[in-house]
């Protein structure tokens, strides 16, 4: 956010050195990008000068801005690259509205390209993607050596329209840069799970999640992320998909739409899709069947009851309350097991609507479980 305005006031230059493994989930967070109401990082500069009488340029480092009115109390604050690679907490550190912060080290950015995440407890706040990273759209320009990656917010700062990173002469708390090649338009604003199901059919988004389910698992043509909100399906008619594995962090840019009734998002390749991080699988949440509804449409979910109907590679389980579907994919290879009227089941899996009706889609063979038969549960007259 390097800019020409006087509401900017002084600059706070440190060095830092990276440390530690990171070891949070992104179950229940959510990826958002620069705004004037949080903390951003506002310059990156990864491939620094090999003979310089500058210390600053001499290394690596990332800039961090505070644009807001209020003094930022850094200390549940870090950075990380797409590697893990994390750098040291800022415990103890308060960056005043309107100052930089410059947090620095050799050797650790890739030159070639690479993701940086600015996260707050276990929140994402911030991200630049740059370089070789096969990171459409999100990705800028790999800079040459020397230069910088640097956060355009104000066009009329900069006289540059709809852009969001440009390649630049490094400034590390100076007020602007020069501008030397545009390498980043920008890009629709990220959203929740929960907030781009809300929209209607047609609109374009992007939403960030994890990856509960793989592509060929159910089908051919889609899978599911979900992230602390909600979850919702991937679809592409072309079936070109980037190699996924459960528990990728990624981002989704394509159209809402929806089919029997189920929301889903329409990406016409392989290039919308982002992979942002890796993080652990995510594990289904536990709901009764009388809370499977809209709200839980596209999640990964764990419930029990009893069988009250089977049929082939279906069946039916209720709680007492309310009854739902169960339906067994021939694509997951899951056998089934023998099951009849009056066992008790637990079972697993993705949360999907055909029509009028909910159903749950177990994705592989411990997501079906017979808990007990007929004739060793108590009549519960069901």
């Not at 991200?127 to 990273?133: A, D, F, H, L, S």
């Not at 592409?236 to 029997?260: A, R």
Request: include cysteine.
């Amino acid at each position: 956010m390097k800019s020409k305005r006087g509401r900017y006031r002084s600059i706070v230059i440190l060095l830092y050195s990276f440390i530690a493994i990171l070891a949070a989930t992104f179950f229940g967070s959510k990826a958002v990008f620069a705004s004037d109401d949080h903390l951003t990082i506002n310059e990156v500069y990864p491939n620094p000068l090999e003979v310089t009488e500058d210390e600053v340029l001499a290394k690596e480092w990332i800039e961090l801005f505070n644009p807001t009115d209020l003094d930022i109390d850094l200390s549940n604050y870090l950075l990380k690259d797409k590697a893990n690679h994390t750098f040291s907490k800022l415990t103890g550190l308060i960056l005043k509205s309107g100052e930089y912060l410059i947090v620095t080290d050799e050797n650790i950015l890739n030159n070639t390209g690479d993701s940086i995440f600015l996260k707050n407890n276990e929140n994402t706040i911030d991200q630049v993607i740059y370089g070789n990273t096969n990171n459409y759209p999100l990705n800028a320009k790999l800079p040459a050596i020397g230069k910088s990656i640097t956060r355009i917010v104000d066009a009329l700062d900069t006289d540059v329209d709809n852009v969001d990173f440009i390649v630049a002469t490094p400034t590390p708390g100076a007020e602007y840069a020069e501008i030397i090649e545009i390498v980043k338009e920008k890009t629709s604003d990220v959203l929740n799970i929960n907030d781009a199901r809300a929209l209607e059919n047609g609109e374009d988004v992007t939403v960030t999640g994890v990856v509960t389910t793989l592509p060929g698992a159910l089908s051919s043509q889609y899978f599911y992320i979900q992230d602390g909100t909600g979850g919702i399906q991937i679809y592409c008619y072309g079936k070109t998909f980037p190699t996924l594995t459960l528990g990728d962090l990624i981002s989704v840019t394509g159209e809402l739409s929806q089919t029997n009734n189920e929301r889903r998002i329409k990406i016409s390749g392989a290039e919308k899709i982002v992979i942002l991080n890796h993080t652990e699988p995510v594990v289904p949440e536990e709901i009764a069947i009388s809370e499977i509804g809209e709200e839980a449409e596209g999640t990964y979910i764990k419930t029990a009851g009893i069988v009250t109907e089977t049929s082939g590679d279906t069946f039916h389980i209720s709680d007492g309350q309310s009854e739902i579907k169960v339906v067994i994919n021939k694509s997951t290879k899951i056998d089934k097991p023998k099951m009849k009227k009056g066992d008790q089941v637990e079972v697993a899996g993705i949360v999907s609507q055909y029509k009028d009706e909910y159903r749950i889609l177990p994705i592989d063979q411990d997501d079906v479980r017979i808990v007990a038969s007929k004739d060793q549960l108590p009549r519960s007259g069901i």
